[in-house]
């Protein structure tokens, strides 16, 4: 059975996108697993980045399938000759590579037509848990792209899920969503007391190196507080600004693989990784 993790935090802009992405691809490039990346945003930063902005336009283009047709399969069309029907797992995932050992990256696209399930959410959260239900036994971990906002999305996401991580930024506000991120989770699970979800750390993400504001040190230390109010577990180890996770997203590369990126960045991201997979059994 794959684990799962969901990428969730209630405050947008901490680099959730570009940390899933990069775990995606380091446990399939360096640790040869079989990884399935969901992007559960209607603004598609994971497809993206996972894919290249070409290719993923392309697909769509082509009129390839994403997470929107699996939380609205059984949606009416509204035409006289459509009907609901049930949707094929394999046609909504994108195998963006496979490699000969048997390791491989694959995704399931997003699309900001996705917005429009929170139009009319009844019992669509259940559709996105009993898909990764067909499609688990292929994969050794799954990573869920959340969007910041606590709807019928983050149900869906909850559902699917193991694992939390949480990235944060230390800046201004930076703690400001975990009460909300508590409660929503706390509120879930007294609704389904057979599913059990833990919040595996938080993560210092896009952090300034260096010369550290006064400003950050008081981010860090209210994230460090509101942290251990909660009992979760703070990385030791950051993931610290470099533009070449920009490239590496422009690419749709890993950053082990992003020509130009220093061997600092590289090692950087391998040493919270290194703490990371051990905290998922991975």
Not at 95 to 100: M, S
Not at 101 to 126: A, F, M, Q
Not at 133 to 142: F, H, P, S, T
Not at 251 to 257: R, V, Y
Request: proline share 5%; net charge positive; hydrophobic share 40%.
């Amino acid at each position: 059975m794959a684990v799962c993790v969901s990428m969730i935090n209630m405050k947008g802009g901490v680099g959730k996108t570009t940390l899933a992405s990069q775990i995606a691809w380091y446990a399939a490039v360096q640790l040869d697993k079989r990884v399935l990346l969901i992007d559960l945003d209607p603004q598609a930063n994971a497809s993206q980045s996972v894919m290249s902005p070409q290719t993923y336009v392309s697909y769509l283009d082509r009129g390839g399938l994403t997470v929107a047709d699996i939380l609205e399969q059984f949606t009416p069309t509204g035409t006289a000759s459509g009907s609901p029907k049930k949707l094929d797992p394999a046609k909504v995932i994108f195998p963006r590579v496979n490699y000969d050992d048997g390791s491989l990256l694959h995704i399931v696209p997003s699309r900001l037509e996705l917005s429009w399930t929170l139009r009319n959410p009844t019992e669509k959260e259940t559709l996105l848990p009993r898909f990764v239900a067909k499609v688990e036994k292929g994969y050794d971990l799954i990573i869920i792209d959340c969007s910041p906002t606590d709807s019928i999305l983050t149900d869906a996401a909850y559902h699917c899920s193991r694992y939390i991580l949480v990235p944060i930024r230390a800046e201004f506000l930076a703690a400001i969503g975990f009460p909300l991120l508590n409660r929503s989770i706390n509120a879930f699970q007294m609704r389904h007391e057979d599913k059990v979800i833990e919040v595996c750390g938080l993560v210092f993400n896009d952090f300034t190196r260096g010369n550290v504001k006064s400003e950050n040190k008081i981010a860090r230390k209210a994230v460090m507080d509101e942290a251990k109010k909660y009992g979760w577990y703070v990385f030791n180890h950051d993931i610290p600004h470099s533009d070449s996770y920009f490239k590496a997203a422009r690419d749709g590369m890993p950053i082990a693989s992003t020509k130009g990126a220093h061997g600092k960045v590289k090692g950087e991201f391998a040493a919270f990784a290194n703490e990371f997979f051990p905290r998922i059994g991975l």
